[in-house]
């Protein structure tokens, strides 16, 4: 098992920013590939970044490409997503996910722990 918790959402006005933290334990962090997704009210939960085991590879949503870096610190289990130019439709609770697959995955469905997510709020 592996636990993930997310931390540092929050109301943030439109052109601001927000970094994201997850933290995991239970199982070795550098077997996991991790990904953020996001769930707006209404909607479909949908991929927002992911990054490979080492961190040598990243991939992102084009939705948020350009404005969002991922990045995690393998001895200190953590994975981040930087968030910067939020706008209105970044508005949406953010999920940290850890997969078991020998690759960094954009599907859901790929990914096997999920934390509880953390609250974007974007005012404009």
């Known amino acids: 098992q592996v636990q993930l918790v997310e931390s540092g959402g929050g109301l943030v006005q439109v052109g601001g920013s927000l970094r994201l933290s997850c933290a995991a334990s239970?199982?070795?962090?550098?077997?996991?590939?991790m990904g953020w997704f996001r769930q707006a009210p209404g909607k479909e939960r949908e991929f927002v970044a992911t990054?490979?085991?080492?961190?040598?590879?990243?991939y992102y949503a084009d939705s948020v490409k350009g404005r969002c870096t991922i990045s995690r610190d393998n001895p200190k289990n953590t994975v981040d997503l930087q968030m910067n130019s939020l706008q209105p439709e970044d508005t949406a609770v953010y999920y940290c996910?850890?997969?078991?697959?020998?690759?960094?995955?954009?599907?859901?469905?790929?990914?096997?722990?999920w934390g509880q997510g953390t609250q974007v709020t974007v005012s404009s």
């Open positions: 996910a850890a997969s078991s697959r020998p690759s960094a995955s954009t599907m859901s469905t790929r990914y096997d722990y």
């Open positions: 239970g199982r070795t962090f550098s077997n996991y590939a």
């Open positions: 990054i490979s085991r080492s961190g040598g590879s990243t």
